[in-house]
């Protein structure tokens, strides 16, 4: 939808969005910073700019064929997530107590890993699955009160984009405003970043220690590190296992530090 709206504003427009008039103080301004600039052809920029625009509409269009050709894939893992999840929730007290008999670790140290194990996955779901929902529903009424097209597909994907480290929410935000800027009028553009700025990127500050609590004792930069490792190694699964196995990897150091300690003359059997 943005991309037919591009096109169709360029082509209404390319008299004075391609004309040398209204460029000439532009192309002056970057001459003056030591920047040598080539005659520009503005009716082969435009060209070039609307065949990119066609190009990339038709490659989208060809990305839906194939999410709808593997929604049944979807559906049918989803099933035997949901039928998994129905044992484990009827049987989890027996299947945990097999995993500690089938793990030859010291009980007292199996029961720390495994208590471990399920505040880092809770705590972990509610830092971020939550702060996700949250960031998902604001950018959704904001875009409804701006009326931007295909606010319901713009904000799921604002939701997955807000794992992503460092830029989050904002690779998906600031580009809309830039073209609100373009499109409409700059006042509302400016109006929609600030505005989403506040209420999707800044509250994230706010609202994922509030989730986590400092309840996992790790330095925010080895968690991030962690998610970026677990990102290269088990794709959006490392959003949840990289940090989980650091975590218990300094469980598992913190126990053995506390064994020696404990027993300094002993050699160190956590196995």
């Keep these: 939808s943005f991309l037919q709206i591009a096109e169709t504003y360029i082509r209404k427009n390319s008299d004075t969005m391609f004309a040398a008039e209204s460029t000439q103080k532009l192309f002056a301004f970057v001459e003056s910073l030591g920047i040598p600039l080539p005659d520009a052809n503005f009716e082969s920029v435009k060209n070039s700019v609307l065949d990119l625009i066609q190009t990339y509409s038709s490659r989208l269009f060809s990305i839906g064929k194939s999410v709808i050709n593997t929604a049944g894939t979807f559906f049918i893992s989803l099933l035997f997530i949901v ?33 471990k194990f399920a505040d880092i996955t809770k705590n972990l779901f509610s830092g971020y699955i939550l702060v996700a ?88 930069l080895v968690i991030f590190f962690a998610i970026l490792g677990g990102l290269k190694v088990f794709g959006m699964n490392g959003l949840v296992l990289g940090p989980l196995i650091v975590i218990l990897f300094f469980t598992v150091l913190d126990l053995m530090i506390e064994k020696k300690s404990t027993y300094p003359d002993t050699s160190i059997e956590v196995c």
């Design 83 to 115: 039928f998994a999840l129905y044992f484990c929730f009827l049987d989890g007290p027996y299947l945990g107590g097999l995993i500690k008999k089938a793990i030859p670790i010291n009980p007292v140290h199996m029961k720390i890993l495994m208590r």
């Design 133 to 220: 929902l949250y960031q998902g529903l604001a950018s959704f009424l904001l875009m409804l009160a701006f009326r931007i097209p295909a606010a319901l597909l713009l904000s799921v994907t604002l939701m997955l984009a807000s794992f992503v480290p460092l830029f989050g929410a904002a690779i998906i935000w600031f580009p809309i405003g830039i073209i609100l800027c373009a499109t409409t009028s700059v006042i509302k553009g400016i109006a929609f970043l600030v505005l989403a700025a506040i209420c999707i990127s800044f509250l994230d500050n706010f609202l994922r220690p509030l989730f986590l609590k400092d309840r996992i004792h790790v330095h925010p």
